[in-house]
């Protein structure tokens, strides 16, 4: 799985604040419920703590795809290598155990920017470190996201069309 070959959808919901706790554990949820993949990426040049090894040795049962690339969603820069998984629930409840929150997957602790993809098209992708995310979803598809978890609602923003 190429990151820098998947397409960007033409609107995205911006994560206004962090989700934690509760509302963290529903997007989770919610992003494995309704994706194929997930991807992480860890940056060169800054060492990962044993921590984070620990963390990437417990998901490699999962991994489909490992390569050094310099392109993955939204970001583009030095060559970093980046890790695909299958989602699955062994999976999911990894994420569950080792964050409370999406910004916690921030080098030197955690690898970085987890993003999620539906069909080969990004739902979630986030900056981890620039505190950063957003949700490729229609309209329909986040109403019915907000009628599954509502306790996501206060934490997206405006929706707007992805210009890059």
């Known amino acids: 799985m190429n990151l820098a070959k998947i397409p960007l959808s033409p609107i995205g919901t911006v994560i206004c604040k962090e989700p934690y706790g509760a509302a963290f554990s529903d997007l989770i949820f919610a992003a494995f419920?309704?994706?194929?993949?997930?991807?992480?990426f860890?940056?060169?040049g800054l060492?990962?703590?044993?921590?984070g090894k620990q963390v990437l040795k417990r998901m490699e049962p999962f991994l489909v795809s490992d390569y050094w690339?310099?392109?993955w969603p939204h970001t583009s820069g030095q060559r970093h290598h980046i890790r695909c998984y299958k989602t699955c629930d062994e999976l999911r409840d990894i994420v569950l155990d080792v964050s409370?929150?999406?910004y916690?997957?921030?080098?030197p602790k955690l690898p970085?920017?987890?993003?999620?993809?539906r069909k080969n098209k990004i739902w979630l992708h986030s900056i981890t470190h620039e505190k950063m995310s957003f949700l490729s979803l229609t309209d329909k598809?986040?109403?019915?996201?907000?009628?599954?978890?509502?306790r996501l609602k206060p934490f997206l923003g405006e929706t707007y069309p992805v210009t890059l």
């Open 69 to 71: 690339g310099h392109e």
């Open 42 to 44: 860890v940056r060169s």
């Open 100 to 102: 409370q929150s999406l």
């Open 47 to 51: 060492r990962l703590h044993s921590s």
């Open 33 to 40: 419920e309704s994706c194929d993949h997930m991807s992480l």
């Open 112 to 117: 970085e920017d987890p993003a999620f993809y």
């Open 141 to 150: 598809e986040q109403k019915d996201l907000l009628l599954r978890y509502p």
């Open 104 to 107: 916690q997957w921030v080098q």
